[in-house]
């Protein structure tokens, strides 16, 4: 309210004359159109002199919000804009609330509002390798946000129906599995991942992909790959990419490649690169660039990257030229993540939710986990078709299950269920101060 209303507006100006005696206490939506949004508020104000005696309240209003300023630029799109239509449908409606909750940093209220499937319940990720079903679960939600932001047709479609500009975009999957910083990492999900985005992007677009995998970088015995990434060229062109994948490759749909200017032209369409990142006394963004400033025109597809600087020595990395670095990362646009969230100073376990955002539209939504059991009864009580929340063992409840593989059963049995429940919704993707703060507000242990 205060960023982007007028009510903010006279509160600072009044705040820079006398020295901060003016507050918002409290504000409430009251109405909504397709030119903002409509609050009433309530000020403190102290107008005694000098800042002394007590401050009254005030209330102030209607007080305008405009879309323009929630977001930057009109509630329509640029096609509405210019015909002079707005559309005011209830799913769009619905979607600018979301928005504008965001903006106001409203995150409780805009999960409530937000319309956004949860994530899959049992999905079970503290399992690894995680069950095939878990696992085409991700497969299938990264590969259609890549789709949905792409255009069919590729270098073969009319020029109309081709891409209109350059898109550089990358897609965040984090379940323990794939990150790399675990010991929990394994390659076969993410040779599975890029199997299934490039099949998918062929089937369902028609566009050429190259698959990209960073070579080993520097000099010497200052030579080196990430280790996360070693073998992974080879294990690409190695797997099974299934029936009819002989076809694909003779006629080229399907390629492989490097990070780098050389392996770029004009039969590519998309270009999806495996996590690339910067070493020890070599970045990842000088060949990068390179590559994304000759294959302008097209789509560059960044999975899980890591782009900030390594520190090195002889000046790699260092402070000259970090802020291109930093430009030129922030260029690449997020449309996919799904990362779990889990204790301060934990690795893996246990897993208190995830944040999700599953498309380019839609804001990053907190979900918080939480699992539900159905008790044993005798055959004559009731209560055995009752869900129960199953206790958290960090508050020194006992569990319902002597040990683990009790509750393994329980799992293949269908009396204990998983679920994600919503519980903020971000702007931006939220650091993990904002996440542990918004899970403690609903009383969910964090330590």
């Known amino acids: 309210v205060l960023a982007a209303s007028s009510a903010g507006d006279d509160i600072r100006a009044a705040n820079r004359r006398s020295g901060g ?3 918002l206490v409290s504000s409430s939506l009251t109405g909504v159109s397709s030119e903002g949004l409509e609050l009433s508020a309530s000020v403190s104000v102290n107008r005694n002199a000098f800042g002394l005696g007590a401050p009254t309240v005030e209330d102030v209003g209607p007080v305008a919000v405009p879309w323009t300023r929630l977001f930057g630029g009109g509630a329509d799109d640029d096609d509405q804009a210019a015909s002079g239509i707005a559309d005011w449908s209830p799913a769009t409606a619905r979607s600018r609330l979301v928005r504008a909750a965001c903006a106001l940093e409203c995150g409780a209220e805009a999960a409530r509002l937000a319309t956004v499937d949860p994530p899959s319940p049992n999905l079970w990720l503290n399992n690894v390798p995680a069950s095939r079903a878990t696992r085409s679960y991700f497969y299938e939600l990264t590969a259609q946000a890549l789709c949905d932001v792409l255009l069919p047709g590729g270098s073969s479609a009319p020029a109309s129906r081709r891409q209109p500009a350059t898109q550089r975009v ?6 323990p599995e794939l990150d ?3 010991d929990t990492y394994r390659v076969g999900t993410l040779l599975e991942l890029a199997r299934s985005i490039a099949l998918t992007v062929v089937r369902e677009r028609g566009l050429r992909v190259r698959v990209c995998v960073q070579a080993p970088a520097g000099t010497g015995t200052f030579a080196g790959l990430p280790l996360s990434l070693n073998g992974v060229r080879r294990l690409l ?11 694909l490759f003779a006629e080229k749909y399907i390629r492989f490649g490097a990070v780098g200017a050389d392996d770029v032209d004009d039969l590519d369409d998309v270009f999806l690169i495996l996590a690339p990142q910067s070493t020890v006394g070599c970045s990842v963004v000088d060949p990068l660039r390179e590559m994304a400033d000759k294959a302008e025109g097209r789509t560059i597809a960044l999975l899980n990257p890591k782009l900030k600087d390594v520190q090195s020595s002889q000046g790699v990395m260092s402070v000259r030229g970090r802020g291109d670095r930093l430009a030129f990362a922030s260029s690449f646009e997020e449309i996919f993540r ?6 301060t100073g934990r690795t893996f376990f246990p897993i208190l939710g995830a944040v999700v955002k599953p ?10 986990r939480s699992e539900a059991y159905r008790p044993q009864a005798d055959e004559a009580s009731s209560s055995s078709s009752e869900w129960v929340p199953v206790p958290d063992p960090r508050t020194g409840a006992p569990s319902p299950w002597p040990n683990s593989a009790a509750k393994a059963k329980a799992v293949t049995g269908g009396s204990l269920k998983e679920t994600y429940d919503p519980v903020a919704a971000f702007a931006k993707a939220p650091d993990t101060k904002a996440i542990l703060n918004a899970l403690s ?3 969910a242990p964090t330590e």
């Open 21 to 23: 005696s003016a507050k």
């Open 170 to 175: 990358s897609l965040f999957v984090k379940p």
């Open 180 to 182: 790399d910083e675990l």
């Open 237 to 247: 062109e190695a797997m099974d990419w299934g029936a009819g994948s002989d076809e």
């Open 338 to 343: 799904f990362q779990t969230v889990v204790p």
């Open 359 to 368: 498309t380019r539209a839609d804001p990053y939504i907190l979900y918080r």
């Open 441 to 443: 507000a609903v009383g």
